[in-house]
């Protein structure tokens, strides 16, 4: 198993610009979320999805969207990068509440946005 | 919201001193789980607690959950080098769909001297 993938590893954006990122998981997991990482701030949650076609907002949602068509993927859209979306982004994904809810990381996508 | 409340935020120690990081939540939560980031990684998941009162060992790291289960404990006997990284703690929403996100505290950075 690959467990998470993310891609890309680095992105530069310019300011307006639009891209996804990349998440996909195999383990067969329920649950699968976006946070982003920024210095003396931990780990903010952006959205999150409890299964295909169920997606919720976590703490800091504005400017980015998601989507979960399959189990297997979660992709992060930025509809227009702004210097304040430069962090670092992990995607995770976990079984259900009730088998456990341990949180597999990805490696992570380093954004800048000039 | 739900507030997941860490501290301290860094930590230095000299190689073979103990160390602890103390999370505190503002609501009850079901269950608590820690993770460990290594510099330049990702979160990596160490152990889950979810009954009141209980006491967790993973060889020279001992884990609390308090018996109102809103604070939890990690405390690290005798640091190696290996330890360095930060400790994040996390509990999950209540009902519903936020039964899929984790509130992550700040995260404490440990620095261990040689």
């Known amino acids: 198993n690959a467990g998470v993938t993310q891609t890309p590893k680095f992105q530069v954006l310019k300011t307006g610009q639009s891209m996804t990122l990349q998440c996909a998981q195999d383990?067969?997991?329920?649950?699968m979320s976006w946070y982003r990482q920024d210095p003396g701030m931990g780990l903010r949650l952006i959205h999150y999805?409890?299964?295909?076609?169920?997606?919720d907002q976590g703490e800091v949602p504005n400017g980015y969207n998601v989507s979960r068509s399959t189990t297997e993927d979660f992709p992060l859209r930025l509809l227009s990068a702004a210097p304040s979306q430069t962090s670092v982004y992990f995607c995770?994904?976990?079984?259900?509440?009730?088998?456990?809810?341990?949180?597999?990381f990805g490696p992570g996508t380093r954004l800048t946005v000039l | 919201g739900q507030q997941v409340m860490q501290i301290p935020q860094y930590q230095h120690v000299q190689e073979g001193e103990d160390f602890t990081t103390y999370c505190n939540s503002s609501?009850?939560?079901?269950?608590i789980q820690w993770y460990k980031q290594r510099p330049g990684g990702h979160p990596v998941f160490l152990i889950q607690?979810?009954?009141?009162?209980e006491v967790k060992k993973q060889k020279r790291l001992t884990f609390q959950f308090g018996e109102a289960k809103k604070n939890s404990s990690l405390h690290i006997t005798a640091t190696q080098t290996t330890d360095v990284g930060t400790y994040f703690c996390?509990?999950?929403?209540?009902?519903?769909?936020?039964?899929?996100?984790?509130?992550f505290g700040q995260g404490t950075i440990l620095t261990v001297h040689p």
């Open positions: 995770a994904s976990s079984y259900s509440r009730d088998r456990g809810h341990e949180q597999f």
């Open positions: 383990m067969n997991h329920e649950y």
């Open positions: 999805s409890v299964g295909a076609g169920i997606t």
């Open positions: 609501t009850t939560l079901s269950n």
């Open positions: 607690l979810v009954k009141s009162g």
């Open positions: 996390a509990g999950p929403g209540a009902g519903g769909t936020s039964y899929g996100k984790l509130t």
